[in-house]
Every structure is written in structure tokens, then in C-alpha cells.
């Protein structure tokens, strides 16, 4: 079975589109992104994009902020101290990377944990291990949402992880051992120091590839039945795409794929879902769902 | 091996208070550390006077204050909001479990988290995940300080965590993968829920058993010359012995320790360091090592 990330990420923004219809015609607020996007990074221009059409389809009001590469930290975070305090924005995001100039952590750490709709935050971090409501960061979240639609079994499931970053490894491995569903699954890390990657891959019921290097895990690695999540979206150069690359997933999708009971594709797996999380985080700040 | 965390606890605690020592002859303020213990539960009592009698080997001020159990969560919440603002305490500690009309988690929120030397607030939570400086819940830093003093190698290692609480579990398997020494493990977190519980275990270089249940781990689930660390301290009833219990710890002891290339016996392994832990984050505190 191929997981359609594509056609579910469509589906949940056609339902976030209807609640926001509901809210607004009964005298809500229109829920309010708003995307800080410095430089002209192409892979940021292109994710900052796509987030505004997503606003769009959803319902949502959108604030595209753009700043040159070499805006002042000073400058960026004078800007953040101002959404945090602009009401009628419910929730933005700062686009990663950030100019080597500027601190990625003083910036996350200036945003609002209230608005913090990437869930990047500390507290958010925080709430999401010790199992509290927040904004969970959005690919695990898109990830597990693709788990529930598609009603994949991971209770008592070995789950193996590979990668072990702060925005997919690490928050996706407390998400699939949390007492809950999706969840309950006995979780294993790899990453580049494990010396076993490749058996515990073997005996896994799930595997998760975070890892960003394209084609790491081969049909060998994975045992028949097994439900493989291709979180990777790494560029490859492609001289007859008019884009001039391809995206690439971790997984060798042609042969690991028949091997499998459910694979995501890369394109159209994980990719529209974490999209679509940004949009269900934003959908609950609005909602003031879980702060005030 | 034996590993002793009795006497690493001592040589620690020793250190702490030469450092004190120096502090104060040099000017500097004696940590403070408050405690604060609502109704009589045995085991909350034995903790707390343990705290505040290493309080004292470590040079520190220490100050208990005491509830009946049916003190008000209001009136809990006040004196947490006192001991906040107040600034001869550079850290306190809320001994949990706390009564049942009294929510725990409103009462970790209501801490200053640059006082939770607990490690138990979500921004501290947050930032131990994400690898920023903070305070780390005591146990999970009490066994990385074991596996540092006695050098025993993680990186990439099997280390299997049995069970996935928020004070020991779940921050254990973030620090086993955490790129650092000790860490750099290849983890995997087994719970109530786990089918492959002891296969995982067999599997396992470093096991790290927090689940709670005497003699859990067996001979049979321990692969010859791994390291197994101990955190269960279950009390179980003792006629022979004069506080009419003894403690119990996760490994059946004299069996798998045969086995093993280093082990943590119970009492004496991981439970002094956990108290000794409390000390560091303390002395942290009192010289404002994470947080102004």
C-alpha cells in the first residue's frame, strides 16, 4: 500500500477549510499566520511558499515578512518581540535556516511560545515529552496523523528511528513511545554512531528514516511486512527537470516498496503532511486550543 | 564490576563542598536549597531528610517547610510563588507524590524554572532535549555521572531503557542518544507494552532498568559483559529488618551480576547518586551556571 500524503494532507485542509468557514460565519476570528522568511535561500523560498498557498486553502490569513540576508539578529528579533505582541496574529513561524550571523536558538527562544506554531520553543519541546497539550513540531505530527488515517497498528510495534535531530528524531521517538494511539511502541534511535543499524532496521515493524542521505536504506534492511516513513527531501541534481533537481527520500523506494505493507513516496509523503501540521497548529492557535 | 554509587555519591559530595568552600571564602554567596514536603508519607520523609542531610556534607543552606496533606493547592501554590521571588533560595524542590486534590503538574509549572533544580519544569524538559544547557532530572544525570566516573564506553552501543516515566525513562533515552560522552548510544525504550521486551534486552550492551517491578530482569535476558544499571527501589515487606522493609531493585541481582561486565547494586548504586544530583543542580543554582 502506498501512504498518499498528498490526498490526506488535501483532505485535512478541505476540513480545516469547513471548520474555518463554521468559525467565521458564527463571528470568529479568521485564524492568522505569519512567515519571517530572510534571504533567498531556493528550498525556503519554496517551503515559505507553499505554507502561503496552504493559508489560502485552509481558509487562513496569511503575512509573508521578508527580510534581506543580512538583516541585524537585532533587527529579526525586534520584529518577533512585535508579532508576539500583535493580536491579531495568531501564530508565525521563522524560516530555518537562518544567516550564520544570526542565533536559530535566541530567535526560536524570542517567539511566543503561545504562537509558536512550528513548536520549536522549549516549552513546547518540553510539554510535548512529559505528554502535555501544545504545538507539536510539524513533521512528527504529519507523520502520525498518516499512522492514524491509514489505521497502522504501532501499539507494542518495534519502531526504528532512523536520525536522531531535534525537529524529527528525537520528538518522533518520545511520540511513538507515548502511552496513546499512535503510540505504545517499543522505539529504537540509530543514527551515525550506532554499529547496528542494519539489524536492528531488520527486525523493525516501522522504520522512520530521517537521515537525509538519499537511498540509505536498501531492500535488505527491511524485513517483508514492514511499514517504511521516508521523511527525506534531499536535492538531486536532475538536468531534465525544469527545476534542475529531483527530490530524493532516504528510502530506495523501487526495490524496498514490494517489500512493504505501507511506504510514503518521496514526493507526496511526508512532505504535503508537514504542511499540513503547520496548518492544523495554526487552525489551534486560533482556537486558543491550548493557551490562553 | 561493582559499581558503587555510595561511595561516588560521597567523593562527589566532597567535591561539591571544597567548591562551596571556595565560594564562601572567596565572598560568595552558600547555595540555598528549599524543600518543601506535604503530609507524612514514609518514603517522601526518608528522601527529604536524606536531601537535607547531604545539604549539609555539600556546605549548603537548607530549609524544609512542612504541609499537613490537607493544605490547599492554593496555599501550595503562594508559598512556591514566595519562594520564587525570594532571593536567598537559589533552588527548591516540591517532594512529589503530592496529594491527590493537589495537581502535580500545576504546581512544577508554578516553579521558576532557572529554581527547578528538579529538572521536572517543562522549559527545563524542553532544553535537555534539545542539548541546551539546564537542569537535568536527578536520576537519568546520576547515571550519566556513573557511567562517566567509571568509563564505561556508550558510543554506539546497544542501550536498552526499560520503561518510559518522565523523570526517568523517557529523559534517560534523549541523554543515551544526545551527542556527547556519555551518549551517542544506539537506544531503544521497552514499556508495559513492549512484545519484544526480552529480546531487546538479550540484544543489549548497556541495559537501564526503571520499571519499577522487583527482580524484573533475569539471567536469561542479559547478554554476557553488558553493564546494568538498577534504578528500582521497591519496598518490599521485612520482618527481619528494623524499618520493616528492604529495598528492592528492577535486576535479580545475584544472578545476572555474575554476568555482567559492570552492574548497580540496590540500595547503594543509582540511588545516592540521584540525591548527589540534586547537590549539582544546587550548586548550579547557587552560581547561576544556566540561568541569570
Known sequence: MIIDGKATATAIKAEIAEEVARIVASGGKRPHLAAILVGHDGGSETYVKNK???????????????YEADVTEEELLRKVDELNRNDDIDGFIVQLPLPRHIS???VIEAIDYRKDVDGFHPINV??????????ISATPNG???LLRRYHIETSGKKCVILGRS????????TLMMQKRQPGDATVTVCHSHSTNLKEECR???IIIAAIGTPHFVTADMVKPGAVVIDVGTTRVPD??????YRLCGDVDFDNVAPLCSAITPVPGGVGPMTICSLMKNTLS????????
Do not use: H, W
Open 203 to 205: 527486525q523493525a515493524d
Open 126 to 135: 518540553g510539554r510535548m515529552s512529559i505528554g502535555l497539550p501544545c504545538y
Open 239 to 244: 538536468s531534465t527537470r525544469k527545476s534542475g
Open 143 to 145: 507523520i502520525l496523523e
Open 52 to 66: 502561503v498557498i496552504a493559508c489560502e486553502q485552509c481558509g487562513f490569513t496569511s503575512t509573508l515578512i521578508r
Open 104 to 106: 536559530e536558538q535566541r
Open 285 to 292: 492557535a486560533g482556537k486558543k486550543e491550548f493557551y490562553q
Open 166 to 173: 531535534n525537529i524529527v528524531g528525537k520528538p518522533m521517538a
